[in-house]
């Protein structure tokens, strides 16, 4: 029997291909939870890796030993630098912690009286008390329920484990498994595969770079703002909102929640000015800071790399929100960028055109050693296998 003659047939291909597609479907179906281990370590994993790049290049050190230096300089930094800050932020974070409570008592004993508005009287007893239920809830969980908390973070400290040790696989083994996915196509399709991958790596290290500066800048700058206007825990609120600028347009609505929660408490510490008109104030000062980001600072910042509508983003954000909380909020922007991508890709080649567009293909350009020569048979090799 010759090789021609063990060859499948288009049928059996197709059958085994679409076996193998249900059954990786069905295994992340039924470990979802295992996926989404995966994805927070592979983000990582993306997220620290240009250090190991830059390391290579200006030491010259292997890939091992670069990805060893920065994933151990990374554990070092996550541990050290709570315990670094905390006795920092640790009086900051009673203030606003302490706001936010005394805000939810004042909150709930408001609504437990009833409230008199234009000759009408409106009651809101229940909504009070359900709200002090909910903080009693929180802020003093019953003895039975340790032993669920306990089941709970062990099996969160299990989860913790698996993408630790996830993150530094995927660090070492990237470029094979890189290379395991582009040989998954057909050898004459491998350059295509390889300038789209150019180009997906491009989307995702333009969002990296970009969310990285409005982060910094916009924590900087809140912080000084609230420190100008006095508001207590300004560093805290300016972290925090720095922070919340990862999450696109679900975070500045928590960020100047909690902002104009402890304004309306606590005040400025110079401005004579009722609590109310300060929480006013901030939300005004927020309101204008956050519109120049958005309009000026984040495009600049993103420059040209991801084109997409804004009410596409703000509804895929509102729906990755709901059904998976902040991480579907944080991914699916780079994520939405990445299957444009790909749909355009597969667009043009459906209708016959070449792959790329011509007048960008050179931004891309595959270095020729990351390409395998393809084979070619000679008319004499065809003559003899026939």
Not at 300 to 329: D, K, P, V
Not at 359 to 376: C, N, S
Request: glycine share 4%.
């Amino acid at each position: 029997m010759n090789d021609k003659d063990r060859n499948w047939s288009i049928s059996t291909r197709y059958i085994v291909a679409l076996i193998l597609i249900f059954a990786f479907a069905a295994l992340l179906i039924y470990a979802h939870e295992a996926a989404k281990a995966l994805i927070i370590a592979a983000f990582v994993a993306y997220l620290i890796s240009p250090a190991v790049t830059y390391l290579m290049a200006k030491t010259r050190v292997s890939r091992t030993a670069a990805v060893n230096i920065v994933y151990f300089s990374a554990l070092v930094f996550l541990v050290g630098m709570p315990a670094a800050l905390t006795p920092i932020f640790f009086d900051e974070i009673k203030i606003v912690a302490q706001d936010l409570l005394d805000l939810s008592t004042e909150l709930s004993r408001t609504l437990s009286r009833p409230v008199h508005f234009g000759g009408m009287v409106f009651h809101f007893e229940q909504l009070g008390e359900s709200l002090s239920h909910v903080q009693d809830a929180v802020l003093t969980p019953l003895p039975e329920e340790a032993l669920a908390l306990l089941e709970t973070t062990s099996v969160n400290v299990l989860w913790s484990l698996v993408i630790i040790v996830s993150v530094h696989l995927f660090m070492s083994e990237w470029p094979r498994i890189r290379q395991w996915m582009i040989e998954l196509a057909p050898a004459e399709y491998h350059e295509d595969m390889h300038q789209l991958y150019a180009r997906l790596r491009e989307v995702w290290m333009a969002y990296l770079r970009g969310q990285i500066v409005l982060m910094v800048v916009v924590g900087v700058v809140f912080t000084i703002a609230w420190m100008i206007m006095g508001i207590p825990g300004a560093l805290v609120l300016g972290v925090l909102a720095g922070f919340f600028t990862l999450i696109p347009d679900v975070g500045p609505f928590l960020a100047v929640s909690v902002a104009f929660a402890v304004a309306l408490l606590e005040g400025s510490s110079w401005i004579p000015l009722s609590n109310f008109w300060v929480a006013g104030i901030v939300v005004l000062v927020y309101l204008v800071l956050i519109n120049l980001k958005n309009f000026l600072l984040r495009p600049y910042i993103m420059g040209r790399s991801l084109h997409m509508n804004e009410g596409l983003i703000f509804i895929a954000i509102m729906i990755a929100t709901i059904l998976e909380g902040i991480m579907g909020a944080l991914l699916v922007v780079p994520l939405l960028a990445s299957v444009i991508v790909v749909f355009k890709y597969l667009h043009r080649c459906i209708l016959g055109l070449p792959p790329f567009e011509v007048d960008d293909t050179h931004q891309f350009a595959v270095p020729a050693e990351k390409l395998k020569p393809r084979p070619r048979l000679s008319i004499r090799n065809k003559k003899k296998d026939s």
